[in-house]
């Protein structure tokens, strides 16, 4: 078994020692402190920009102004806590999205991962040219095979280049989903389904730019075994956000980290959120006033999300997750993945990670063995 080693992901010239990025977190649970440690370990450390400037002090004066100081911050406190690989996660239905995009060039952020939205039309500076050596990574994350082939396909015209990486987020996922409410449960949509869908669609892509675009599977990851598994099929990394959040570097609350130790199965369930799209969440008292409609409609200042209907929405969604992650969680609820219901404890990144490594090594032993004696 010592000589079982996982495969390395290599996302252009980078290489981090291990395959496994944590997922960027909004709002406000994954900022410099998760990141730099997922980095120290290995792994690629994501900050969340989503609505991160309702952390600041006076933030409503300016949002914009707040959600770049935040970012800018996040991002140069990550780089002195490690030499690491650090991206940032931006929503691209984020209203300030390409502001938040150049903060992240700006401060040299080593990836950006852009979700919620397909991010067809990019800003010059995400394009490698010939004065600058390196560019930021570029890696959309998608939920289905037509939705990196339009991406491509509009990359490949338009700028006759192609992202450097491509993460394929299956149902299972905390927080936003890419999938109607009823394909959730539904297996032709299940991780293992798209993920070789997703991986075909890019191959002509990677025959003509010439180029290896590593596919990155999440959600639901949860074990070693998830993560050889998942490898096996295809991916050269997985993507894990619902596991990080159990941990002492995570930036949320001791409280929003006790509602995933506390949660049963059951409490895991599917909103339909402002944003328009439907998000997995912890059941609590705020949630279900919201389904009984109890609550108000709010007034909105800023509109940060291009696709909030704030006139609609009985709730501000920014603030709900901001107070969560505060721990004011009578005001707001945590998004959280199918899995969170699993964890019982809160744990250090440098423990997760080793058990993650020591059970993945374990599943590839099994299935040498398997090989070897003629189980498989
Ligand atoms: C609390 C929470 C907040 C999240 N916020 C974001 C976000 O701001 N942007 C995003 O692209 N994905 C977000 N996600 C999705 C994760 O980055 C990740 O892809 C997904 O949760 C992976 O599944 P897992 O949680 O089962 O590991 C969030 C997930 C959780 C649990």
Redo the contacts with the bound molecule.
């Keep these: 078994m010592g000589l079982i080693q996982i495969p390395k992901l290599q996302i252009g010239d980078l290489e981090p020692r291990i395959p496994i990025v ?6 406000g ?2 900022l410099s402190g998760l990141a730099s440690a997922v980095a120290n370990e290995g792994g690629i450390g ?1 900050i ?3 609505a991160i400037g309702m952390l600041e002090p006076n933030f409503s004066r300016n949002f914009k102004e707040a959600n770049k100081r935040a970012l800018r911050r996040e991002i140069k406190k990550a780089r002195e806590m490690t030499a690491g690989i650090i991206g940032v ?3 691209v239905a984020l209203t300030d999205y390409y502001d938040l995009l150049q903060i992240a060039v700006d401060e040299g952020a080593d990836l950006v ?4 939205g397909l991010p067809l039309k990019i800003p010059k500076t995400l394009l490698p040219n010939s004065s600058r050596k390196a560019a930021v990574k570029v890696i959309p ?1 998608v939920s289905s095979a037509r939705a990196a082939n339009l991406i491509f396909k509009y990359w490949e015209r338009n700028y006759n280049h192609v992202p450097d990486a491509v ?1 394929v ?2 149902p ?5 989903l890419g999938f109607k409410k009823e394909q959730i449960n539904n297996p032709d949509y299940a991780l293992e389904k798209i993920l070789p869908e997703v991986i075909s669609v890019l191959k002509p892509y990677e025959e003509s730019f010439n180029k290896s675009v590593p596919v990155i599977a ?5 074990t070693g075994a998830d993560i050889y598994k998942l490898i096996q099929s295809g991916a050269q990394g ?8 159990a941990t002492h570097e995570c930036d ?1 609350s001791t409280a ?1 980290k006790e509602a995933y130790v506390k949660c049963k199965k059951e409490d895991l369930t599917i909103i339909d959120s402002p944003v328009g799209l439907p998000g ?2 912890i059941k609590n008292r705020f949630l279900e006033k919201i389904s009984a409609r109890i609550k108000k409609p709010v007034k909105c200042p800023w509109k940060c999300l291009k696709t909030c209907d704030f006139k609609r929405s009985p709730y501000c969604i920014c603030a709900a ?1 901001t107070n969560a992650k505060k721990g004011i969680l009578e005001k707001g609820f ?7 219901y699993r964890i019982n404890t809160i744990t250090s990144v440098r423990e997760l990670i080793k058990t993650l490594l020591l059970e993945y090594k374990r599943a590839a032993a099994q299935a040498d063995f398997a090989q070897v004696s003629g189980l498989s």
Excluded: D, K, P
């Design positions: 944590q997922g960027g977190m909004g709002v649970i994954s994501v969340s920009a989503a996660n931006i929503m991962f852009l979700g919620a994350i993460v987020e299956g299972l996922a905390g927080g936003h999440a959600g639901g990851v949860y997985v993507q894990m956000a619902t596991r990080f959040v949320a929003f997995r969440a997750l945590a998004f959280a993945g199918a899995n969170a």
